[in-house]
């Protein structure tokens, strides 16, 4: 059976990925903060889908939780570079601490497991890897944003230096979903009641389009029609507009 490596995977849109590739006859390694959470989902995965699911408790805001991961996804199919989250304010109201620890996680973890995983699937000719990024990759969304910004352009970067080596049999992917129903607002003390209902995306579309636009050898994958009509209309937007319209979209925090 093929193997996926998941990060951020008890909750969310790990959690969806987990439950696809399950059904999908993946073996599974998850990797979570909270190892009691992890074992359960874990067992309930093997329980339902007949599966092998490894879990793999580690934190990527540590150096010890990165090489932990990293000595665990070298031979995997596929790979999800998930885990993320969102501080709980704006700039100047997050410690600095906080926003170093966001950039290791959302972009030091995904270059360091990106740079451990390719190798090993260049080498058995198949295998691919979606770096979860976020529609704010195209907005004025503080560290968030840019952070996600650069999670678009590596996958780019990279799925464009291994093209001539890979000959499209191993695939590299920016997954840039916009607000979608899990814990992640709740995480961040985001208060999301004046958002739009059609701005919601459900994370189970979300990763049949992932996955999907994988296959399919796409870069950048923006799930929902409306997400792609809105980020195509940021090239048009001057960028003072599209600064103040990001910015306060969804920011209001509890």
Request: with cysteine.
């Amino acid at each position: 059976m093929p193997t996926a490596f998941i990060t951020g995977a008890t909750a969310g849109l790990g959690a969806a990925f987990a439950r696809r590739l399950a059904s999908d006859g993946f073996d599974l390694v998850l990797l979570a903060r909270d190892a009691e959470r992890l074992d359960r989902t874990a067992a309930n995965l093997h329980d339902r889908y007949a599966v092998r699911a490894e879990a793999l408790p580690a934190d990527l805001s540590t150096d010890d939780g990165l090489a932990t991961a990293e000595g665990r996804v070298r031979d995997v199919d596929l790979l999800v570079n998930n885990a993320g989250f969102g501080n709980r304010g704006v700039f100047l109201d997050v410690p600095v601490s906080d926003e170093i620890t966001m950039l290791k996680v959302h972009c030091e973890a995904v270059l360091r497991l990106t740079h451990t995983a390719l190798p090993g699937m260049l080498e058995r000719e198949r295998g691919g890897i979606i770096n979860v990024a976020s529609a704010a990759a195209f907005t004025a969304r503080g560290t968030y944003g840019a952070s996600k910004a650069w999670v678009v352009s590596f996958s780019q970067g990279v799925a464009a230096d291994i093209a001539r080596r890979s000959q499209g049999r191993v695939r590299v992917m920016a997954l840039c979903p916009g607000f979608v129903h899990t814990e992640f607002h709740d995480r961040a003390n985001m208060d999301m009641s004046d958002l739009p209902d059609f701005m919601w995306l459900d994370k189970d579309d979300v990763v049949a389009a992932g996955l999907r636009d994988l296959r399919r050898g796409v870069q950048v994958s923006i799930p929902g029609a409306q997400y792609k009509a809105l980020i195509a209309a940021t090239r048009l937007i001057p960028r003072g507009l599209l600064t103040r319209l990001s910015s306060n979209t969804g920011r209001k925090y509890k």
